[in-house]
């Protein structure tokens, strides 16, 4: 059940005029039965029992040590050109943000699930009021999604005072995750584009002009704004998480756009066109990764996504190693799942070229790649012992370049993102982080391929400082308005 706080009731349009929203069907239709993924799994130890026993293991291994050394330096050479291109352009790009933002307001719903976020909510509504976008064009609307904590009183509390917000209250386990609640929302707003901010993010003012501007083009089906973190002083985790994001907004989603028109769809201060959205059955609530499912879905119905990194907005990261390993648990497991689901119907889809096809199932196989090196300094140490070591495979030891190619997206960000000098220490802080990636991809993928049930995890917030001015909200009414 899910119940509105309505400040104007006369406001809210009717249910006739909005068009209802697509749900994603009950089941999920690229669901394999998990004994299938087990025989795979069987089928990857026999096979290489079998070739082991046909070929001795020196010789198996060697051929293992290749491939992942051919895989290795696909990627090396796929993060080197991200890095130049990043190097060459980027900082002109942010020069010319400002080009097209007078004259083109099309009619935006502003979204953000909130779960037991009361650290992080006042942040967020109070960046949200201070949008640059002409009130007539724009809708806000929270979604409470069964909280235990303060949240939804607080938003209650703003939303009786402010009158451009709306509230919607899910009961407890209505299942879905962070999509759930995003459809529910969906269903009742009329808008031509849809834009999404989790409960820690704080957009610049100017961020939704610079994202709905893209959508002059009528092939963009969605756009992906720039995400910067705003507590990296809070921990040495924090820290690296603040580098990590240099590297993926100011590098990897730049070098992506630049070079192949590709960027990723993101869960967070990103925008989808409405149409596009409801045709595609809106966000897929069975998957952990919504924003990289809507990507491919995107891609797939003949669409582009853009990337627009002056489209900022600031974020809170992970503070302690646990909750890195929650977060990005979730985001390995349901990666993965995405590869699984959409590579066939890439492989035939007639919108993409051979080139745009190689490259999306590069960015699909990303969180396969941590995986594959913990296999590769498994063979490397076997090798120390004289096990698996073919002179063929051992003239050139390109399984470096999968390390040398993340440190140049690193280092380039460091540089395009003009911070300051002692930050390149953090550079550090990617060993035991790179480390703690290996361990958490692997068991994604074993827990993946094992059917283990998983379900979608909210990220644990630690309220760190915001970026702008929190004014405390007015105390909830004693009886809000709600409607059904």
């Known amino acids: ?126 960046a949200l009021l201070a949008l640059d976008y002409p009130v007539d064009r724009l809708t806000l609307v929270v979604v409470d999604d069964g909280s235990d904590d303060s949240t939804g009183a607080r938003l209650d509390g703003w939303a009786a005072r402010e009158p451009r917000l709306r509230v919607l209250h899910r009961a407890p386990g209505s299942g879905g995750g962070k999509s759930g609640a995003l459809n529910d929302a969906l269903g009742l707003v009329d808008a031509e584009v849809a834009v999404v901010f989790d409960a820690d993010h704080e957009p610049d003012q100017a961020s939704l002009r610079r994202l709905v501007r893209h959508f002059r083009d009528p092939v963009v089906g969605a756009v992906m704004g720039r995400c910067v973190v705003r507590n990296g002083r809070d921990s040495q985790m924090a820290g690296t998480v603040f580098v990590d994001y240099l590297s993926g907004y100011l590098v990897n989603e730049y070098g992506r756009q630049a070079l192949f028109e590709l960027p990723a769809y993101g869960g967070a201060n990103c925008a989808v066109r409405m149409t596009t959205l409801r045709r595609l059955g809106g966000w897929n609530p069975h998957s952990v990764t919504e924003d990289t499912d809507l990507t491919l879905r995107v891609l797939l119905a003949g669409e582009r996504v853009r990337y627009d990194l002056s489209a900022v907005d600031f974020e809170e990261a992970v503070v302690s190693a646990q909750r890195f390993w929650k977060q990005r648990y979730r985001w390995a497991r349901g990666h993965q799942k995405c590869f699984r689901d959409h590579w066939r119907p890439l492989m035939r889809s007639p919108h993409l070229s051979g080139v745009e096809k190689v490259e999306t199932t590069l960015f699909l196989l990303v969180y396969h790649v941590p995986l594959l090196s913990g296999i590769g300094l498994l063979l490397t140490v076997l090798r120390a012992f004289g096990i698996g070591d073919l002179p063929a495979v051992g003239v050139l030891p390109l399984s470096m370049l999968l390390f040398i190619g993340p440190l140049a997206e690193l280092s380039v960000g460091l540089l395009v993102g003009r911070v300051e000098r002692r930050a390149a220490w953090r550079l550090l802080g990617f060993l035991p982080a790179f480390a703690l990636s290996i361990w958490v991809t692997t068991r994604a993928y074993l827990d993946g391929m094992l059917g283990r049930p998983y379900t979608w995890v909210k990220t644990t917030r630690s309220g760190a400082t915001s970026t702008v001015r929190t004014v405390p909200p007015p105390a909830a009414p004693a009886a809000s308005g709600t409607g059904a």
């Open 1 to 126: 059940m899910v119940t509105g706080t309505a400040v104007d009731d006369e406001a809210q349009p009717a249910a006739a005029d909005v068009p209802p929203a697509a749900v994603a069907p009950a089941a999920d239709p690229h669901a394999t039965a998990p004994e299938g993924r087990r025989l795979v799994l069987l089928a990857y130890v026999v096979g290489f029992a079998l070739v082991a026993l046909s070929f001795g293991l020196d010789r198996t291994l060697g051929v293992v040590a290749g491939l992942l050394n051919v895989v290795f330096g696909v990627y090396f050479c796929r993060h080197l050109a991200f890095s130049v291109a990043a190097a060459r352009w980027a900082e002109n790009d942010m020069l010319a943000a400002d080009v097209g933002l007078d004259g083109y307001t099309p009619s935006v719903a502003v979204f953000v699930g909130c779960k037991d976020e009361e650290l992080v909510v006042d942040g967020m509504v109070t």
